[in-house]
């Protein structure tokens, strides 16, 4: 089992950026597939990106694509999720999950472990 805690979240202006970090601890991070995903209020959880568990695979859904970089640090057992260029429709709860299946995946209910999440608010 793995616990993981995002950090990072907070308010910025349209245009901004942060760096969301996600702390695994109880088990290896590198043993997992990690993803970021978000939701919104009123709206279902959605993939955001997702990295191999070396780092050598990412996938990003369109939305952020160009804007966002997921990362990886194995040696210290972190996720990272950097956003650039924020809009105002980022808005949501960021959560880190970890995925024990060896291929990345977009899809939420194939993640085995969740974070709390950390809320990114983008004023316009």
């Known amino acids: 089992q793995v616990q993981l805690v995002e950090s990072g979240g907070g308010l910025v202006q349209a245009g901004g950026s942060l760096r969301l970090s996600c702390a695994a601890s109880?088990?290896?991070?590198?043993?997992?597939?990690m993803g970021w995903f978000r939701q919104a209020p009123g709206k279902e959880r959605e993939f955001v990106a997702c990295i191999s568990r070396t780092g050598g695979t990412t996938y990003y859904a369109d939305s952020v694509k160009g804007r966002f970089t997921i990362s990886r640090d194995n040696a210290k057992n972190a996720v990272y999720l950097q956003m650039n260029s924020l809009k105002p429709e980022d808005t949501a709860v960021y959560y880190c999950a970890a995925d024990t299946n060896i291929l990345p995946r977009i899809a939420a209910p194939r993640y085995d472990y969740w974070g709390q999440g950390t809320q990114v608010t983008v004023a316009s």
């Open positions: 109880g088990r290896t991070v590198s043993s997992f597939t």
